[in-house]
């Protein structure tokens, strides 16, 4: 089993929908999480941090089920410019980056 | 935060050369990293670049192929040599504070095309 899989979507939603996308990761001793985003031939950017349960910053929250081992981030009220690739990352030892999940927001 | 160059941004090579990519960050960093992102790839770390000593490569990598410089905290060099066509490829240079518990900043990418 891979350390981190991610659904690759793509998910086509229109501007101003919610959608969210889940992380699954192989090691249960993983106890906090990144998520980046990576625009198109583009560098990945740290979205957000998770060391607990979870986090919210604006439009964005994380909310990590340690039972079932995954994480997950709901994007409210997409806007266009949310258009990107989302990676999800397991803190702790070397970064392990998932496929990623691909997310395209249509006006 | 730490931002972090990468020289070149992109070339393209013949195939049998070597290209040495350079990377450089703005402030002291405890780890560096080189990942290499394939197209409609995720990212696939290479090795753990060392200061002074050799880089820790991961399976699949090895030295002879990817030689690894880290003369000091803040730069690092990788080489992709006696290329092929099957490492075209963009190489990411990355570094953080701490060994999995800080924020890895990445460098804008070296795309490398071989022909």
């Known amino acids: 089993r891979k350390e981190v899989e991610q659904d690759p979507g793509p998910f086509n939603v229109p501007e101003g929908a919610t959608v969210a996308f889940n992380c699954t990761y192989s090691n249960s001793a993983s106890q906090s999480f990144f998520w980046y985003r990576q625009d198109c031939r583009k560098e990945p950017k740290l979205l957000m941090s998770?060391?607990?349960s979870g986090n919210e910053d604006g439009r964005f929250t994380a909310q990590l089920n340690r039972a079932s081992q995954y994480i997950s981030l709901l994007i409210r009220d997409s806007k266009l410019s949310d258009s990107a690739t989302y990676l999800c990352?397991?803190?702790?030892?070397?970064?392990?980056f998932g496929q990623g999940t691909e997310l395209s927001v249509k006006p | 935060s730490a931002v972090i160059s990468q020289k070149p941004s992109r070339d393209i090579c013949q195939r049998g050369t070597s290209l040495t990519i350079q990377c450089q960050v703005d402030?002291?960093?405890?780890?560096m990293f080189w990942y290499r992102q394939q197209p409609g790839q995720s990212l696939t770390l290479i090795a753990t670049a060392n200061q002074g000593s050799e880089a820790t490569y991961e399976s699949g990598f090895v030295i002879d192929k990817f030689p690894i410089s880290r003369p000091n905290l803040t730069f690092s060099t990788l080489t992709v040599s006696n290329m092929s066509p099957e490492d075209s490829s963009i190489y990411l240079c990355s570094g953080s504070s701490a060994l999995g518990t800080d924020t890895q900043y990445f460098g804008p990418g070296t795309r490398l095309t071989v022909l």
């Open positions: 402030s002291q960093v405890t780890m």
């Open positions: 990352v397991p803190i702790g030892g070397k970064l392990i």
């Open positions: 998770v060391y607990s």
